[in-house]
């Protein structure tokens, strides 16, 4: 069973949350050894029933907190192209299919913690106001406990908030970016980082100026996994020796080191 995201919250202390985009035809139970959070796939971009189930029952097994990773419903294109919709039809799309994948994690007797999206659809609520407050309306509409995740300052942080829902802020230490903030376009040279050093080096440096009094230790020994790097631990098993703010993140989506930023409390 997985912690409650709120009441890990609640707690005087703060964690690093390692999690992966799963569900998307990746080794799952590979990566599920090195996370405490999944993001699922639950059927616009990828995924369906059995997949969502699958990875479901692998993240229980292991401890993995599960959140749901919704996208327009454009498989053609993994979720990565622009989609024109109203957002009556943002909050529709969202709503079924966050629903969808809760209703499968209660089956298997556990919960969703959070929203994260995917895609194209990501870009649209971190800038438009209109498709922000559609998601976040769709959220809440699943449950108030769930936390939304989206990049620090967007139109979908705000329409969050503003309806009472918690939320994360995310940086993605695979990815460069441009100076107003948003992610460089992918494809462009030198902004993927394809090797475990570069984003380890990233998430560190971006630790260190969430947390200037922190020691962030980026430690010699690493393991190939893809997967990300989240501030808003939702689950899985405690680590006392982590310490970051709970409302960022840190996102890769390729290998990295699963160890590659540990942090010691500050005296």
Do not use: W
């Not at 966050?98 to 895609?119: A, Y």
């Not at 984003?199 to 997967?227: D, E, Q, V």
Request: net charge positive; with cysteine.
């Amino acid at each position: 069973m997985t912690e409650p995201v709120l009441d890990h919250r609640s707690q005087t202390r703060h964690a690093v949350d390692l999690n992966f985009d799963g569900g998307e035809g990746g080794d799952d139970a590979a990566l599920m050894r090195s996370v405490s959070t999944v993001n699922i796939a639950c059927g616009g971009h990828a995924g369906d029933a059995d997949s969502m189930r699958h990875v479901v029952r692998l993240a229980l097994a292991r401890g993995v907190a599960i959140q749901a990773h919704p996208s327009y419903e454009d498989p053609a294109n993994f979720g990565r192209t622009p989609v024109a919709l109203e957002p009556d039809e943002i909050e529709a799309l969202v709503k079924r299919q966050v629903e969808t994948l809760r209703n499968i994690i209660r089956e298997e007797e556990s919960d969703l913690t959070g929203v994260k999206l995917h895609g194209a659809l990501y870009h649209a609520a971190a800038g438009n106001g209109a498709a922000a407050s559609a998601v976040a309306r769709a959220v809440r509409a699943v449950s108030r406990a769930l936390v939304l995740v989206s990049s620090p300052g967007s139109k979908l942080m705000e329409a969050g908030r503003a309806l009472g829902l918690a939320v994360a802020a995310e940086g993605f230490v695979d990815r460069g970016y441009e100076a107003d903030g948003s992610l460089v376009p992918r494809g462009t040279p030198g902004t993927d980082y394809r090797f475990p050093s570069r984003p380890t080096r990233s998430a560190c440096t971006a630790t260190r100026r969430m947390l200037p009094r922190s020691r962030p230790r980026c430690g010699p020994r690493s393991s190939r996994r893809t997967s990300s790097c989240a501030a808003s631990r939702a689950g899985g098993p405690r680590r006392e020796d982590a310490l970051i703010p709970l409302d960022y993140a840190l996102h890769a989506a390729i290998p990295v080191s699963a160890s590659a930023v540990r942090i010691r409390r500050s005296p």
